[in-house]
């Protein structure tokens, strides 16, 4: 089921990183950002429930899909009590299970960009006015560098590829290279970073893209 899965959902546009058991998906989910978990109940090691428990627990807040051969709504309930946002009974096509995660990440995202301000370190952003300052000073952004921090925003603890950026931020009329993305990271760490040198908020995933960490 996992191969399969995961071939179908590559062929759908994303990227997928898979554990074979509890304990591992944990590790994995722990360490690196996702902006969805599929999380099946019926998990070796450590079922999906204290996968669940334990992610919510540390704080983790990616989109938690469940997946399992359970129907019964105890199990639902359990599932959605310890912090999952969605639940899928097995058998189940595929096609349900691919609107259900556009589904959560557009919810997601939206409840997102509906935020009237977002703040890290010493700079807050004015979500819906577009303006960004800094220890209270005004800060001169371009339209494009403030819809880069926009989508870095909504998009926190997420590893965005260059690629991903390009298509999202500046569209595919746009013909950019991925150095533009480059660029335009280092205008940014430049006005808000307190050390752009060694950014804490806009890091470098080396090999990978960048990660929003405010």
Same mark, same amino acid.
């Given at each position: 089921?996992?191969?399969?899965?995961?071939? +179908?959902? %590559?062929?759908?546009?994303?990227?997928?990183?898979?554990?074979?058991?509890?304990?591992?998906?944990?590790?994995?989910?722990?360490?690196?950002?996702?902006?969805?978990?599929?999380?099946?109940?019926?998990?070796?090691?450590?079922?999906?429930?204290?996968?669940?428990?334990?992610? +919510?627990?540390?704080?983790?807040?990616a989109g938690i899909l469940m997946l399992t051969a359970k129907d019964s709504l105890s199990d639902k309930v359990a599932g959605l009590k310890l912090g999952a946002d969605d639940y899928v009974t097995?058998?189940?096509?595929?096609?349900?299970?691919?609107?259900?995660?556009?589904?959560?990440?557009?919810?997601?995202?939206?409840?997102?960009?509906?935020?009237?301000?977002?703040?890290?370190?010493?700079?807050?952003?004015?979500?819906?006015?577009?303006?960004?300052?800094?220890?209270?000073?005004?800060?001169?952004?371009?339209?494009?560098?403030?819809?880069?921090?926009?989508?870095? %925003?909504?998009?926190?603890?997420?590893?965005?590829?260059?690629?991903?950026?390009?298509?999202?931020?500046?569209?595919?009329?746009? %013909?950019?290279?991925?150095?533009?993305?480059?660029?335009?990271?280092?205008?940014?760490?430049?006005?808000?970073?307190?050390?752009?040198?060694?950014?804490?908020?806009?890091?470098?995933?080396?090999?990978?893209?960048?990660?929003f960490d405010g």
């Amino acid at each position: 089921m996992v191969v399969a899965l995961t071939d +179908r959902l %590559i062929a759908a546009g994303y990227d997928v990183d898979s554990a074979a058991d509890g304990q591992a998906g944990l590790e994995r989910a722990s360490r690196f950002a996702y902006d969805l978990i599929l999380l099946d109940v019926m998990l070796p090691l450590k079922d999906g429930f204290d996968v669940c428990r334990s992610l +919510r627990r540390s704080g983790v807040s990616a989109g938690i899909l469940m997946l399992t051969a359970k129907d019964s709504l105890s199990d639902k309930v359990a599932g959605l009590k310890l912090g999952a946002d969605d639940y899928v009974t097995k058998p189940f096509e595929t096609s349900e299970l691919l609107a259900r995660m556009e589904a959560l990440l557009r919810r997601m995202e939206t409840a997102t960009e509906r935020a009237d301000s977002f703040e890290f370190g010493d700079v807050r952003v004015n979500l819906r006015g577009a303006e960004v300052f800094r220890n209270g000073s005004l800060v001169k952004l371009s339209a494009r560098e403030f819809n880069l921090l926009r989508y870095f %925003i909504g998009h926190r603890g997420s590893v965005l590829s260059r690629n991903r950026l390009l298509d999202s931020v500046w569209g595919y009329d746009f %013909i950019p290279t991925t150095r533009t993305v480059d660029t335009h990271v280092s205008w940014l760490r430049q006005k808000l970073e307190p050390d752009p040198h060694e950014p804490r908020f806009i890091v470098t995933v080396h090999g990978l893209g960048y990660r929003f960490d405010g």
